[in-house]
Antibody
Framework: QVQLQESGPGLVKPSETLSLTCTVS????????WIWIRQPPGKGLEWIGN???????YSNPSLKSRVTFSLDMSKNQFSLKMTSVTAADTAVYYC??????????????????WGQGTLVTVSS | SYELTQPPSVSVSPGQTASITCSGD??????ACWYQQKPGQSPLLVIY???KRPSGIPERFSGSNSGDTATLTISGTQAMDEADYYC?????????FGGGTKLTVL
């Protein structure tokens, strides 16, 4: 059974770059999509983006200019970088595995399982 | 951009049926899925592809999706089902979440 674990700094300064890694165990990242989602304290879920093992990606349009996704097959990890962070980027960041099916010819994704999440605070 | 709308809160008595709705333009043309999130925990997928249950999810959880509305139904609601529930769909290469519904089991 696939398990995911996020890791990275819990505190990032404004205007700097947030970097997180998700380590996958119990399965290979050489299949499926791999997902980043965040949740500001006390608020709802916000999708950040997907990366496929081939390197193709989907990104939230509102974040696309600031985010980069990458894979490390040798370590069975995938990563998120978000530049120019502000206090509004303070959130619990989750990684997840993505599966999909086709509806009217279009891929439709769902996310399962999720990692436990890691809180990232943006503050000086 | 595409939006999904959920009621902020739903209350149900133990043993009764809870229904949580998720509304979006032509949502029935997309797959809807549902996540349960308990305090301090990460979200858990309870329904995908409108009405399929992942392994380990109790049969009391069911889903439907037609027209502009997807519905999560919990039959014989138990105290352990008290949680936040989020719907999610995929539109124009983007994942969209509803704002979440707090289910209270009174």
């Amino acid at each position: 059974q696939v398990q995911l674990q996020e890791s990275g700094p819990g505190l990032v300064k404004p205007s700097e770059t947030l970097s997180l890694t998700c380590t996958v165990s119990g399965g290979s990242i050489s299949s499926h999509y791999w997902i980043w989602i965040r949740q500001p304290p006390g608020k709802g879920l916000e999708w950040i983006g997907n990366i496929y093992y081939t390197g193709s990606t989907y990104s939230n349009p509102s974040l696309k200019s600031r985010v980069t996704f990458s894979l490390d097959m040798s370590k069975n990890q995938f990563s998120l970088k978000m530049t120019s962070v502000t206090a509004a980027d303070t959130a619990v960041y989750y990684c997840a595995k993505g599966d999909w099916g086709y509806r009217r010819g279009s891929p439709q994704f769902w996310f399962d399982p999720w990692g436990q999440g890691t809180l990232v605070t943006v503050s000086s | 951009s595409y939006e999904l709308t959920q009621p902020p809160s739903v209350s149900v008595s133990p043993g009764q049926t809870a229904s949580i709705t998720c509304s979006g333009d032509k949502l029935g043309d997309k797959y809807a899925c549902w996540y349960q999130q308990k305090p301090g925990q990460s979200p858990l997928l309870v329904i995908y592809q409108d009405n399929k249950r992942p392994s380990g999810i109790p049969e009391r959880f069911s889903g439907s999706n037609s027209g502009d509305t997807a519905t999560l139904t919990i039959s014989g609601t138990q105290a352990m089902d008290e949680a936040d529930y989020y719907c999610q769909a995929w539109d124009s290469s983007t994942a969209v979440f509803g704002g979440g519904t707090k289910l209270t089991v009174l």
